[in-house]
């Protein structure tokens, strides 16, 4: 997608050196634009923990490329032993987004019985590439499928008044490596002609949507509105809310779908007021082993300094000002689950499906045969 006019995605390889991956840094968007180097494993694996890049198909290719630069970097003799200690170290990065692990299996798939460095560190290369080139295919999918839901809308509504969307922390492309989640079918939608306005959720303690989907929707040209965290249900009680398009980090094979802290609360008032609530997600993000995501989808507790503190601009300068009293302990949970039977359907590449397992496997039939659990 676009900043300042030019086409950018989140994370390539570096044109005239191609043991470089760079990423666009997130941490001080949308006030400062800065473009990372990666050179090893432990840069990549920094950059997931510390969220230089975030949203869970990109955290999917950075663990994949992180995988890349390990082998290029490593002097193990036992490629296969490399392989392995690099995949523990990126897999305690974050827990929550399944795409992760996804990738990092796909890699030492990939590179599974090879022992010579050359051909591990360029079939590391390829799965990186492919998993990333996937992604982009699926987001745009996922745009095209989700149209139809803003094409429906606007039957009933008319062309005159504009379709107010809410979404929930940043599932647009700069989670993703373009078009996004959540995003893409408002972007395919706006590129379409159709009246779309976005409310945007804040998203506290981090503020993604604040900074980060206010700003990519700043610089697609979309009409949007950020709003505090708490704001949704009051909205949707007076008529002020569409749609609710949310993406995921994990996605159990019953339909219970893990996202950003807050997505539950947004799902109960959706609920409540008759509103369509829509989770946006490519294949990657399903967890097929997993059926109860309310019990079995791990919940990354972060750092409780995200909600002691908060980060801004001022005056050229970014700060961060402390919020609470000193003595205060704070919690910081980082997702939540919204159960299936609160979620209209799930957006994938492959359509839309209801949100259950009967729903999810008439998607996505061959996984019947891998289910283990
Ligand atoms: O902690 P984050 O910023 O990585 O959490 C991201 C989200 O919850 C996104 O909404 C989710 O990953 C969907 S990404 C397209």
């Known amino acids: 997608m676009l900043i300042d006019g030019q086409h950018y995605r989140t994370i390539w390889l570096k044109n005239d050196d191609p043991t470089v991956v760079q990423i666009i840094d997130q941490r001080n968007l949308p006030h400062e ?65 399944v795409n992760l692990a996804h990738a990092v299996q796909d890699v030492l798939a990939a590179i599974s019985g090879i022992s010579d460095k050359e051909e591990a560190v360029s079939k590391a290369l390829e799965t990186a590439h492919l998993i990333t080139e ?20 606007q039957q009933k509504k008319g062309v005159r008044v504009p379709i107010n969307v809410l979404t929930h922390c940043n599932a647009g492309w700069i989670a993703c490596i373009d078009y996004g989640t959540a995003t893409a079918p408002i972007y395919a939608a706006h590129k379409e002609g159709i009246n779309v306005h976005v409310w945007v959720d804040e998203t506290r303690p981090r503020n993604q ?47 219970d779908a893990a996202n950003k802290i807050g997505t539950y609360l947004k799902a109960l008032a959706a609920a409540d007021n008759d509103i ?46 402390r919020l609470t009293p000193f003595d205060s302990p704070a919690g910081n949970h980082a997702f939540d689950v919204t159960p299936a039977r609160l979620i209209d359907g799930l957006i994938t590449e492959r359509g839309i499906c209801e949100a259950s397992e009967d729903g999810i496997m008439e998607l996505f039939p061959e996984q019947k045969l891998l289910i283990t659990s």
């Open 33 to 97: 634009f800065n473009i990372e180097d990666l050179r090893s494993l432990e840069e990549a694996a920094r950059a997931i923990k510390e969220m230089h890049v975030r949203g869970a198909p990109l955290i999917g290719s950075t663990a994949a490329y992180g995988m890349y630069l390990a082998l290029l970097n490593t002097s193990e003799e036992d490629i296969q032993s490399a392989a392995q200690s690099a995949a523990n170290i990126l897999m305690a990065t974050r827990p929550t987004a």
């Open 134 to 153: 996937s992604s982009v295919s699926h987001c745009r999918s996922i745009g095209e499928h989700g149209l139809e839901l803003f094409r429906q809308i």
């Open 209 to 255: 949507g604040a900074r980060i989907t206010a700003y990519e929707l700043a610089q697609q040209g979309i009409p949007h509105t950020v709003i505090t965290d708490n704001s949704g249900g009051h909205l949707m009680q007076h008529g002020m809310v569409d749609l609710v398009i949310v993406g995921a980090d994990r996605v159990t094979r019953q339909g």
């Open 276 to 321: 369509p609530f829509y989770v946006a997600l490519p294949s990657s993000t399903l967890d097929f082993q997993l059926r109860d995501g309310v019990k079995e989808i791990p919940i990354e507790e972060r750092n409780s300094d995200e909600v002691h503190y908060i980060q801004g601009w001022y005056n050229g300068r970014i700060y961060k000002v």
